[in-house]
């Protein structure tokens, strides 16, 4: 069993699909671009393809890619090709091996606003989740129609990423209709103290409580409600260094 994922020389998720396009042959960047567009990984892989050719070159700087040759066609410049080294393969299938295997906890922004939601009304807030609730379920109604469009011309290997992204935006859909219903009845454990607080301007005492003996020492990982004259803070929080994003090659 995998504990953790290696740490890598890049982390850049282009980095590994310029690395798998690569294995299939040699090729020069514009050609990666083009299929990169043309097998839509657009929808799956962050890309900026002006930073193509850097991501490359890093790839080179490491010795996963090197120069195979150089092609020539017509009156059009010359254009180098590139080819996966050994390492690179290697690296490639650590790589790909560890992504698909170790669950990675990852920051996405709608779970930071879910973690910063008290500070609005909840009447607000459900209403704000209803209208979550409708653009998920177009849009998985969208990816529905292009699966079905797409099943009886391509394998199911090669749709199995809009699959899961459907399933995902399915599951979310569901769950947050579900949430703003709980808000909505007021069912949802802390809803009361939760409209005190906007109806008073006072943080409920209990919250208070709740950040003291939430564990044996009085300290938690999680930061508490915020609001008005309540920044949320925690003791250990992380420095500036260590809250700056990573720069990635």
């Given at each position: 069993m995998r504990a953790t994922a290696k740490r890598r020389k890049l982390s850049n998720p282009l980095a590994l699909a310029v690395m798998v396009f690569l294995a299939e042959r040699a090729m020069h960047p514009y050609e990666i671009a083009r299929l990169l567009r043309q097998r839509g990984k657009e929808h799956s892989i962050k890309i900026n393809y002006g930073s193509l050719y850097t991501v490359v070159q890093n790839l080179e700087k490491h010795g996963f890619v090197a120069v195979a040759g150089v092609q020539r066609q017509?009156?059009?410049?010359?254009?180098?090709l590139y080819g996966l080294t050994d390492a690179g393969r290697a690296e490639m299938h650590d790589w790909l091996a560890d992504l698909l295997a170790v669950p990675a906890k990852e920051y996405p922004a709608f779970e930071a606003a879910?973690?910063?939601?008290?500070?609005?009304?909840?009447?607000?807030?459900t209403?704000?989740?209803?209208?979550?609730?409708?653009?998920?379920?177009?849009?998985?109604?969208?990816?529905?129609?292009?699966?079905?469009?797409?099943?009886d011309d391509l394998p199911r290997i090669f749709l199995i990423e809009t699959e899961y992204e459907l399933h995902m935006i399915e599951a979310e859909a569901a769950w947050v209709r579900a949430l703003a219903g709980e808000l909505a009845d007021?069912?949802?454990?802390?809803?009361?103290?939760?409209?005190?607080?906007?109806?008073?301007?006072?943080?409920?005492?209990?919250?208070?409580?709740?950040?003291?003996?939430?564990?044996?020492?009085?300290?938690?990982?999680?930061?508490?409600?915020?609001?008005?004259?309540?920044?949320?803070?925690?003791?250990?929080?992380?420095?500036?260094?260590?809250?700056?994003?990573?720069?990635?090659?």
């Amino acid at each position: 069993m995998r504990a953790t994922a290696k740490r890598r020389k890049l982390s850049n998720p282009l980095a590994l699909a310029v690395m798998v396009f690569l294995a299939e042959r040699a090729m020069h960047p514009y050609e990666i671009a083009r299929l990169l567009r043309q097998r839509g990984k657009e929808h799956s892989i962050k890309i900026n393809y002006g930073s193509l050719y850097t991501v490359v070159q890093n790839l080179e700087k490491h010795g996963f890619v090197a120069v195979a040759g150089v092609q020539r066609q017509g009156n059009r410049p010359e254009r180098t090709l590139y080819g996966l080294t050994d390492a690179g393969r290697a690296e490639m299938h650590d790589w790909l091996a560890d992504l698909l295997a170790v669950p990675a906890k990852e920051y996405p922004a709608f779970e930071a606003a879910l973690s910063l939601m008290p500070v609005l009304h909840p009447d607000e807030v459900t209403d704000l989740l209803t209208e979550r609730a409708d653009a998920l379920e177009v849009r998985a109604a969208g990816l529905r129609g292009v699966l079905g469009r797409l099943d009886d011309d391509l394998p199911r290997i090669f749709l199995i990423e809009t699959e899961y992204e459907l399933h995902m935006i399915e599951a979310e859909a569901a769950w947050v209709r579900a949430l703003a219903g709980e808000l909505a009845d007021g069912t949802i454990t802390g809803a009361p103290e939760w409209r005190s607080w906007h109806d008073t301007g006072v943080v409920p005492g209990r919250w208070r409580q709740w950040e003291e003996h939430s564990e044996p020492d009085g300290q938690d990982s999680r930061p508490g409600p915020e609001g008005p004259g309540d920044p949320g803070s925690r003791e250990g929080a992380d420095s500036p260094e260590e809250a700056r994003e990573p720069t990635t090659d």
